[in-house]
């Protein structure tokens, strides 16, 4: 199943003539995956931030090992952190958030994965992350959905996560996700009562994303769901989507199409709810 995505990778590797160990992430890199995000950056100093993870933990009927992707989870968390912000995690059942292993691989993880690999404190958030049904999303500035193949499970089905959601947005506060994290945006509702993504803009992994890397196993894609239930769906391509970048602002709506985007969204979103340059 996920065949192509190791093929992507010893291309790129060979492509490059690099040896695994040393040239292997520079050249994925090279690439386009977790690029240096080099925008402006936001502080909000007096606010909170709750991230919203997956608690599924496998894929299809192999059964092989999923959840969030690192750094999804990682990237955004020390951006929110660095911007002054009180930094919350919670997951859609708690306890431990599975994280896919491969997003942690050496080739693959990020300078924010090392980071959480030594910090205790936010291992212990995610060891013991927080249920998202003891929570009052309004009492939050921003909520932010992560992605990984297993939010494709339970955030787009998740009647209590769309409730608090819809909460949320109705008591001013600004919310998205990256990759599948929107996906726990389609059971919210707006102020009228209508679908929260209903004509608005919004982004999220490609269906093209998705057959390229051979992983449809899943039960929902979010250009597919996004679209189906009336969003207005953007994206960037790329010679793979996996490698591509799109950031989307609608209102209080804040999106990014996958991984890639982690930290100029949760900049945005700061930028959003009121936060002041750096």
């Not at 102020?191 to 269906?207: A, C, F, N, S």
């Amino acid at each position: 199943m996920r065949k192509k995505v190791f093929i992507i990778i010893i291309s790129i590797m060979v492509f490059f003539g690099v040896g695994i160990r040393l040239g292997l992430p520079a050249a994925i890199k090279a690439m386009g995956l977790h690029p240096d995000f080099n925008g402006q950056r936001y502080l909000l100093p007096e606010g909170k931030v709750l991230i919203i993870t997956t608690s599924h933990d496998r894929l299809g009927e192999d059964g092989a090992k999923t959840g969030v992707a690192a750094s999804e989870l990682t990237v955004p968390y020390y951006e929110f952190q660095e911007g002054r912000m009180q930094v919350d995690v919670a997951s859609i059942k708690g306890g431990a958030i599975p994280i896919d292993p491969i997003t942690l691989r050496f080739f693959i993880r990020t300078k924010q994965d090392e980071y959480f690999l030594t910090d205790q404190e936010f291992q212990e958030k995610v060891n013991n992350s927080q249920k998202i049904d003891s929570i009052d999303f309004t009492e939050y500035d921003i909520i932010f959905l992560a992605g990984g193949w297993g939010a494709a499970y339970d955030l787009g089905t998740s009647t209590v996560l769309g409730d608090k959601i819809t909460a949320a947005y109705k008591a001013g506060k600004v919310v998205g996700g990256i990759c599948h994290g929107p996906l726990g945006l389609l059971l919210a509702k707006d102020e009228k009562g209508q679908p929260l993504v209903k004509g608005r803009r919004i982004t999220g992994v490609t269906d093209k994303q998705v057959q390229e890397l051979g992983i449809s196993v899943t039960p929902l894609h979010p250009e597919r769901e996004l679209r189906a239930a009336g969003a207005l769906f953007e994206s960037a391509t790329a010679f793979r989507d996996f490698f591509s970048n799109h950031v989307v602002i609608d209102g209080r709506i804040v999106t990014g199409q996958n991984q890639n985007a982690g930290a100029e969204v949760a900049n945005q979103m700061m930028k959003v709810a009121g936060g002041n340059r750096r």
